[in-house]
């Protein structure tokens, strides 16, 4: 079930919500915890029934190797082994279903031939495994408490979160699921949590899906061995730069407001990342609790940068390479978080250096060339092959040809293609209204990008990074931005019901 369509807005939401208010009004606040971790469970079983088990078979799992740590003695020394067990565990069932056809596959290009069931990806398994992990770890440290069952399982199948993040800590959430916190909640901030959602619903169904109408036909052609131009590669890049920035932070959104509406907080997980004046800011701002937890459960135990500069480097390439592996069972999305871990390495090489010897950037060129190696990179996210990413990254350098409208030619008594410095100039009718698009879009995209206050701002979630124009347009318990609301929110319906519901990009992560 997608959070952008008629059965959720219109069936699931208003079920629960109201079955929330009034069985915890009716019977308290404990009826109230089981009444939404049923509701979670059923929002995942739309998707299919056999995606339930593996859920509940992890949560249950989980929940007894964390108690069983939370009751052990920091001196005692089984606890290393009971966590290895539990964090074998989680890796065993996400590598089973996430990874098990993409080893096979690479096993048999090599000669080796091994046959499997097809599998099917759990929706979210990405994200409740690595949540899992951070608590088993947080148990083991003697961080974490013992928790009751039921408030574990609606910690890790909470619907607002549970299919595509963000990845949540239970130091931020178990305290807001007790029965006594449930039981407190009141509708005080239902008004902002719905500008919240309407507000995501709008960049998921307005700006997301009308850019991915932009670049899908490039990539998709891309991976049918037909390459693009100059122009169609670089309007695909930028159009899918734009589409999963919306896309992701339209969902951010979204969960942030549904999770507000039960009265509970979920962490802010996207903070205007474009605007990033260096990748490291970016990863600041971006999946911010996927950053979080590569950094606490993975780079710091590696070593950190407390090792030296070699084994730091080492350390960054190898946590970004395992982030891209994250993301999907593929070389383009490893490629992909390599690539990061450079442009990371690169950038602190650059912090150590700039000072010392007089490097000089301006805050603009940096937002700029932050942007176009961010942009750059989406190019392997978003190729289904390697094949189909050089396609595109040949497209960007011209390689492909360089498509040239025939009528401007013309004026030049040029009526043939030809070659310049290495470069095949050809002639082409263009379609006006696509080239346009392509030209506009991207622009379109900056402007809210980097001019306009992010929702995160406007809905007071980082008062402390609100900027001038963010505090002037931020949300107030007022008739105005109620019409607001409503409004937007009638745009992102309509656009539903006018379109086909098309999922977010994280949702089979």
């Known amino acids: 079930m997608l959070f952008n369509s008629d059965q959720f807005l219109f069936e699931f939401l208003p079920a629960v919500l109201v079955g929330f208010f009034a069985i915890r009004m009716l019977m308290g606040g404990r009826a109230a915890q089981y009444w939404l971790a049923a509701g979670s469970l059923v929002f995942y079983a739309s998707a299919g029934l056999t995606l339930l088990p593996p ?45 098990a056809a993409f080893v096979v596959g690479n096993l048999d290009a090599l000669g080796f031939s091994f046959a499997i069931p097809h599998i099917t990806l759990p929706l979210g398994i990405s994200f409740y495994t690595f949540t899992q992990i951070a608590f088993l770890v947080d148990a083991a440290r003697g961080q974490a408490a013992e928790y009751d069952f039921p408030r574990y399982l609606l910690f890790v199948s909470f619907f607002p ?5 963000p990845i949540i800590h239970h130091k931020q959430m178990m305290p807001q699921l007790t029965p006594e916190k449930l039981s407190e909640k009141k509708l005080d901030s239902a ?11 709008a960049k998921k169904v307005l700006l997301a899906d009308g850019f991915a109408r932009l670049a899908t036909p490039v990539f998709t052609a891309a991976n049918q061995h037909s390459p693009p131009g100059l122009i169609s590669a670089w309007g695909g890049m930028l159009s899918y730069t734009f589409q999963i920035y919306f896309d992701f932070s339209g969902y951010s959104d979204m969960a942030l407001g549904l999770a507000l509406l039960f009265g509970v907080t979920l962490p802010v997980n996207f903070l205007a990342p474009y605007k990033s004046e260096s990748i490291i800011e970016f990863w600041r701002t971006w999946h911010m609790t996927l950053s979080a937890f590569l950094r606490d459960y993975l780079y710091i135990p590696l070593g950190g940068n407390r090792k030296g500069k070699i084994r730091r480097y080492i350390n960054l390439m190898l946590t970004m390479t395992i982030g891209g592996l994250w993301h999907g069972a593929g070389w383009t999305f490893v490629l992909w978080g390599g690539l990061h871990g450079l442009y990371l390495l690169v950038n602190h090489v650059w912090r150590l250096n700039a000072k010392p010897r007089g490097w000089n950037i301006s805050p603009r ?13 989406w190019v392997l996210f978003r190729a289904d092959t390697m ?13 492909n040809g360089i498509q040239l409208m025939s009528n401007a030619l013309k004026v030049f008594g040029i009526h043939h ?9 050809v002639r082409q009718e263009f379609d006006q209204t696509r080239m346009w698009l392509d030209i506009g879009a991207p622009i379109l995209g900056l402007i809210i990008c980097w001019g306009l206050p992010n929702s995160m701002e406007l809905c007071g979630f980082v008062p402390e990074a609100q900027t001038r124009l963010g505090r002037l347009f931020a949300f107030r318990l007022t008739p105005q931005f109620a019409i607001l609301s409503a409004a937007i929110l009638f745009a992102g319906i309509d656009a539903i019901n ?12």
């Open 55 to 99: 859920l509940l078979a992890s949560a249950l799992t989980n929940f007894m190797i964390g108690r069983a740590l939370a009751r052990r003695a920091a001196s005692d020394q089984r606890r290393g082994a009971i966590l290895f067990l539990g964090v074998g565990f989680d890796l065993s069932l996400l590598g089973y279903f996430k990874y």
């Open 417 to 425: 293609d030809f070659t310049v410095f290495g470069l095949h100039i």
């Open 161 to 165: 979160h549970l299919i595509a993040g």
């Open 191 to 201: 008004p902002r949590a719905i500008m919240l959602f309407a507000i995501g619903l």
């Open 498 to 509: 006018s379109g086909a519901v098309s999922e977010f990009i994280y949702y089979r992560f």
């Open 387 to 399: 094949h189909a990413a050089d396609s595109v990254y040949a497209g960007l350098i011209g390689l």
């Open 365 to 377: 060129m940096a937002k700029g060339l932050t942007f176009f190696a961010v942009a750059l990179a």
